[in-house]
């Protein structure tokens, strides 16, 4: 498969994820600018379960200078980031981890990152796996290093009209875009995993994937708590539309 083949695969899951994300292209910009005045220009940044890589490409296009370390465990999106960004050379290094394993930062090899960043992914950890992972990237930055982590982080009980609102903006974002011929995540997945080039990845993927609990919701109040716990000395939203924020720790 050629690189503008990945390139376009890559597309067509932006397009995908704006369904479920209403101002995706604003809440990446948020931590550009936040990574801007954070670190500078001339940094390394750690991309957290980065997919198939669309928030390092951004990273590398607006930064000329940035090197980025991105990581993930679907081999199906490493095979799609590694081809979309094959053309920044050393600038982009790409690994296979499991966020959920405490180890997952030891193929690393003693490398510090300036900054941490993460998109429409940590979720995916159970609460406790989360306050180990913060913990870990706490250590791993310097005095003055960033995290920002772009989700989800759903409204509970105590806030029941929010909540309601919240999900009411969610589903017309996603009747939307299908409305427009987007597809959906599993129809994205169902495609993709087709392709002659990526076959081969669905059972490892449905090996990697089997059996893993679905994690509950949080709310921002936890995730503030956790990251302040792992270390960080100053926590906060940088950015928030309802429900989707992204959250901001330096070290």
Not at 3 to 27: C, K, M, N, P, V
Request: charged share 20%; proline share 5%.
């Amino acid at each position: 498969m050629s690189s503008l083949s990945f390139s376009s695969l890559l597309t067509s899951w932006d397009q995908q994820q704006g369904a479920y994300i209403a101002e995706r292209e604003a809440r990446f910009n948020a931590q550009l600018e936040v990574l801007a005045l954070s670190v500078g220009e001339d940094f390394h940044v750690l991309d957290l379960a980065c997919g198939p890589g669309s928030l390092s490409l951004r990273i590398l296009q607006r930064f000329p200078q940035a090197k980025v370390t991105a990581m993930d465990l679907d081999p199906l999106l490493l095979a799609i980031a590694r081809g979309a960004l094959a053309e920044y050379g050393d600038r982009i290094r790409i690994l296979q981890a499991d966020l959920a394993d405490p180890e997952c930062f030891s193929s690393l090899e003693g490398a510090t990152p300036d900054a941490v960043v993460s998109s429409t992914a940590l979720h995916w950890l159970m609460p406790e796996q989360l306050t180990v992972l913060y913990r870990n990237i706490a250590e791993r930055l310097p005095t003055g290093g960033v995290f920002l982590n772009a989700d989800h982080q759903r409204y509970d009980h105590r806030q029941p009209r929010v909540k309601t609102l919240a999900e009411l903006h969610d589903n017309q974002t996603q009747q939307q875009a299908w409305r427009n011929g987007v597809e959906d995540w599993e129809q994205w997945f169902d495609k993709v995993q087709q392709l002659p080039e990526l076959a081969q990845y669905r059972q490892q993927r449905e090996k990697l994937f089997a059996g893993r609990p679905v994690p509950p919701a949080t709310a921002l109040d936890f995730q503030l708590a956790s990251l302040t716990q792992a270390g960080f000395t100053e926590v906060g939203p940088v950015w928030q539309l309802l429900d989707d924020y992204v959250i901001a720790g330096w070290k």
